[in-house]
């Protein structure tokens, strides 16, 4: 048996107002999903990059010192997730962020973090 552990009384009002605004559970799940993406540093360090300007994998790679092969993989993931976009110019592939959004979330990020 579940008990109450809280001794006030159920804020019916509040319950019903959030309960209304509560997403879907397959939008809270995806919602989870694409910040499980932002748990890795490196993701977070190529975002940051990316948020500066478009970019090739050699460029990225030099800039973090990380070899091509280790940051073409974490672009995947990035671009699996929505978070970047990929641009061909002749033989090279340009990576940027795919909009404003992941800007403000590593921006966020970041503002928060050094608060």
Known sequence: MEENICQCDVHEDIVEKVSKAM???????????LLK?????TRIRIL????????????IARLINMTQSAVSHQLRVLKQARLVKARRSGKTIFYSLCDDHVQEIIHCAMEHVME
Request: glycine share 8%.
């Open 48 to 59: 940051f990059v990316l948020g500066q300007s478009e970019m090739c994998v050699c460029d």
């Open 23 to 33: 997403p879907d559970e397959n939008i809270l799940y995806n919602a989870a999903e």
């Open 37 to 41: 993406v932002f748990g890795d540093p």
